[in-house]
């Protein structure tokens, strides 16, 4: 059996993407800093039929990260899609938003270890056995901020903008490798009214990217085809 793990697992869109990919025969591997809020999920999941656990990480702790894919390939084996989109749902200190004016490197830095630095750490972990086998997704995903910046936003938006220009470039270093590296930016706010803003919508466009394998970068917007 197949596994993704998804990075930033929550009941939003990232149980949306463990319910398409298990409705496709994954198993889920969920990883989070809450455990109890990952036994729940994975219980709503295993209750669907989907096989699914949860390994607690902080992406702000390299250690911690990389103990949690540890684990989750002891488990089911070996991770055959990595899906990355950790998002703080709540102020998270050390992470508050600065405006592109304001911005030091002070601010700057924990949005670098967030987005950027934790990615790398996450992708170091499952890289080498993806390449060995000549088989792997990698999916990361950030706000489209990276795209088209809101001066408000000024450090989410350059460590999103840094995470997309890596994502794009890993691809093309693994050019016939047999591993694919995708990059989805989501221009919306997810569950906030429209049917296409709803996290089941959003989140059939992962099982694309990592089937079709066409691009390296996916623009989800509510007025994109």
Do not use: C
């Not at 390449?131 to 489209?144: A, K, V, Y």
């Not at 901020?145 to 936003?153: A, D, E, L, T, Y």
């Amino acid at each position: 059996m197949s596994t993704i793990a998804i990075v930033g697992a929550g009941p939003g869109l990232g149980l949306a993407i463990a319910r398409v990919f298990g409705q496709e025969g994954f198993a889920v591997a969920l990883i989070s800093r809450t455990q109890s809020r990952l036994d729940e999920l994975a219980r709503t999941l295993r209750d669907e039929g989907i096989e699914a656990r949860g390994f607690a990480g902080d992406v702000m702790d390299r250690d911690s990260l990389a103990a949690a894919l540890t684990a989750a390939k002891e488990t089911f084996g070996s991770i055959d899609v990595l899906e990355f989109s950790p998002a703080p749902h709540a102020p998270v200190p050390g992470l508050e938003m600065v405006g592109a004016l304001d911005l030091t490197v002070e601010s700057m830095a924990p949005q670098l270890e967030f987005y950027l630095y934790s990615a790398i750490a996450a992708v170091r972990e499952v890289l080498p056995e993806m390449l060995e086998r000549e088989s792997g997704t990698l999916l990361f995903t950030t706000g489209g901020g990276s795209i088209s910046p809101n001066p408000m936003m000024g450090n989410i938006n350059a460590a999103s903008a840094a995470l997309r220009n890596w994502a794009v470039n890993l691809n093309g270093a693994l050019a016939d490798s047999g591993v694919h590296a995708a990059y989805i930016a989501i221009n919306l706010l997810i569950d906030s009214g429209p049917e296409k803003a709803a996290a089941a919508a959003i989140a059939p466009l992962y099982w694309t990217a990592h089937r079709d394998r066409q691009t390296a970068e996916y623009i989800y917007a509510l007025d994109a085809d």
